[in-house]
């Protein structure tokens, strides 16, 4: 990496660096607990790391996070993984959720659109109200602190007031999507054995009725440990046989109970892509959520009550858990249940534009097609009320930061954020008081000791390495469920590095303290010493307005060799003819590395994508290795699994 200062693409003005909430905090922590008052964020971050306790107690006192135990101490072990935080503390994640309901009972909480309807409201008073007589019932079904509670639900109210319901009672929360087919949703849930299930008829998507009544009744056959099945009639079904119907559940007038709950009680289970076994059944505490959000969500993507908070995800996605807590901020959520490109391509600007959004959060692959698609937001939309777009799921290529830039506004602060569904949150990205270069995320986070580490464990600047976190976060897992020992935890992030979280991601750490990320570290391109993540590729290649998407993988030979296929699905119409061979690989050689030129260029009719839209890198390697499809990926993890046969035949004509 270029140690060189580019020009930033965008810097923020004086009155938004003043007005932002990390400015104030940083002022606040200042004079209350010795945080630098001067240097800006750069100071600030060094002392959240270098005082790490310090700088979690200031996070709990400046959001006033209400403690009803007071706890003996912030941090009772660093160890990783086991880091203890707040021992002895008791609270809830609801409670701290609905506090808004005092202040602001008429004003909307949630704003919910789907494909047809327009945007409806529930007020403030009205989620308090329905999350208590939910969590009363609950109470009434045996529901008990520790218990599973799961949804088969798209992204709408109901979800929400589920969740929060969940959690007042000191329930454990548990989502997936109703894309999902029955097998993959057994795969999550008989893991944790929920004694609740909502779910809903079915859903709308793509401007069709998708009817899931059949996959709802092998949910219920298959997980014994049910005691009751909530039915909501999304598509207007009347409730199956034995179960219960949403609204008489929600139809009281009840003050919500809160469950007062140890800091690491947990407060719901995610879930790792899957894509080579089981998904890791990944829990996160109460506390640690509450305040690793708070944090991210009120100084880093700076909201507050006067925001609207549009992330497009649904519940099988850790996005959905992470916009469910701008509640916390007192922030209007947006939840979106429908197709991220119907009736086209802007589908998700419309809905910014038709809810008032202010912070708009997306995926990479989203702005790039609605580059490809010649999509002109401003334009087309009044998106004056919209000053962050945020971006994850994968690098944003630099294209990405300037078609915003040009497409929507050019005084727009531009977050590209990465993190993990493993800490439900991010390692780096948005910071409103820096500048944002071009292809870069601002900063690693507050409270994230984020490195760059080479193969020996020594941190590097300016030069690719291993994304390391070396000290605790508090929405860590507190553990995976069904692993006793802890050792299934501990092979996932800390066996290269003894008691060093590492992620599995290639980055660099500039000199300027900005991130680059350059894609997954066990699929990383290794030609002849030189890593290049896969992200890298993509971001070249697809630039190609033939390709509409690309996977490329690299694979180290038994005598030595490397083979490193490039896969291209092409866009309708276009042909790999030597004309367009020829393109891809001078664009790779001009733009990337002469040695990083693929070895071969094969079209194919699909690339598979995990259930939450991440290509599989790894398990198409695997196969490409000869490993049997049933041992290289978890068929239940991947989109399209017919498409993985073009791999397994292309593994087994080559052998």
């Not at 009803?68 to 160890?79: A, C």
């Not at 989620?127 to 709408?156: H, M, T, W």
């Not at 010493?529 to 690309?550: F, N």
């Not at 260029?601 to 994508?609: F, L, N, Q, T």
């Amino acid at each position: 990496m270029p140690t060189s200062n580019p020009e930033p693409l965008w810097r923020p003005d004086p009155q938004r660096t003043a007005e932002a909430q990390v400015t104030r905090f940083q002022t606040w922590a200042a004079e209350h607990h010795g945080a630098p008052s001067e240097g800006g964020y750069p100071a600030l971050h060094r002392w959240s790391v270098e005082e790490l306790e310090t700088f979690w107690k200031a996070v709990t006192e400046w959001f006033d996070v209400r403690f009803s135990t007071p706890y003996t101490r912030v941090l009772g072990s660093r160890t990783m993984p086991g880091a203890a935080w707040f021992p002895g503390g008791t609270l809830n994640y609801a409670e701290h959720a609905l506090r808004a309901a005092a202040t602001r009972p008429d004003e909307p909480a949630l704003l919910y659109v789907d494909e047809i309807h327009e945007p409806s409201p529930v007020s403030w008073s009205e989620l308090r109200r329905q999350v208590g007589s939910l969590a009363a019932e609950l109470r009434a079904l045996g529901v008990r602190p520790g218990d599973r509670v799961s949804g088969y639900l798209p992204n709408i109210p109901q979800a929400v007031v589920a969740l929060l319901a969940t959690a007042a009672v000191g329930g454990v929360w548990t989502s997936c999507a109703p894309d999902f087919g029955a097998r993959s949703v057994l795969d999550r849930f008989q893991q944790v054995e929920p004694v609740v299930l909502f779910a809903v008829d079915g859903y709308r998507y793509g401007g069709k009725e998708h009817d899931r009544r059949a996959v709802v009744a092998e949910l219920r056959a298959e997980l014994p440990t049910l005691r009751a099945v909530v039915h909501i009639p999304l598509l207007g079904a009347e409730p199956p046989e034995g179960a219960l119907d949403w609204s008489a559940l929600t139809a009281a007038d009840e003050e919500p109970v809160f469950e007062q709950v140890p800091f690491d009680q947990p407060l719901w289970v995610l879930y790792s892509s899957g894509t080579t076994g089981l998904p890791k059944a990944i829990v996160q505490s109460q506390g640690g959520i509450l305040v690793e959000h708070l944090k991210q969500l009120g100084l880093h993507c700076d909201l507050g009550p006067g925001d609207r908070f549009f992330w497009y995800t649904s519940t099988g996605w850790m996005m959905w858990n992470f916009l469910v807590s701008g509640l916390l901020t007192g922030t209007t959520i947006v939840l979106y249940d429908g197709s991220p490109g119907h009736p086209d391509t802007g589908a998700q600007w419309r809905v910014a534009e038709r809810t008032g959004t202010t912070l708009y959060g997306t995926s990479a692959a989203y702005v790039m097609a609605c580059r490809k698609a010649e999509v002109h937001p401003s334009r087309d939309f009044d998106l004056s009320k919209v000053r962050c777009v945020a971006t994850t799921g994968s690098p944003l290529p630099p294209d990405g930061f300037r078609w915003l830039h040009d497409e929507v506004r050019d005084d727009l602060w531009i977050a590209s954020v990465s993190g993990g569904t493993d800490v439900c949150s991010c390692f780096a990205g948005a910071v409103p008081t820096l500048p944002v270069y071009t292809g870069e995320l601002q900063a690693p986070g507050l409270g994230t000791d984020l490195q760059s580490w080479d193969p020996e464990g020594r941190p590097v600047i300016d030069e690719v390495g291993e994304l390391v976190v070396t000290n605790p976060m508090p929405s860590m897992p507190v553990r995976f469920w069904n692993d006793p020992d802890g050792s299934r935890y501990h092979d996932s992030y800390f066996d290269t590095y003894p008691g060093v979280w590492r992620h599995g991601d290639w980055i660099t750490v500039t000199s300027r303290g900005s991130v680059v990320i350059h894609g997954r570290s066990d699929s990383t391109l290794n030609r002849q010493g030189v890593r290049m993540g896969s992200a890298d590729i993509y971001e070249v290649v697809e630039r190609l307005p033939e390709i509409k998407e690309s996977l490329v993988i690299g694979i180290e030979q038994a005598d030595g060799g490397y083979w490193m296929p490039l896969f291209v699905h092409l866009t309708p119409g276009a042909v790999l003819d030597e004309a367009l061979l020829g393109r891809i690989k001078q664009a790779i050689r001009e733009q990337l590395s002469p040695r990083h030129v693929p070895d071969e260029v094969i079209e194919v009719p699909g690339v598979p994508h995990t259930l939450t839209g991440k290509r599989i890198e790894v398990p198409v390697k695997r196969l490409l290795q000869g490993t049997p499809l049933e041992k290289a990926v978890n068929p239940g993890s991947i989109d399209d699994l017919g498409l993985l046969n073009f791999y397994e035949d292309l593994a087994r004509k080559r052998s």
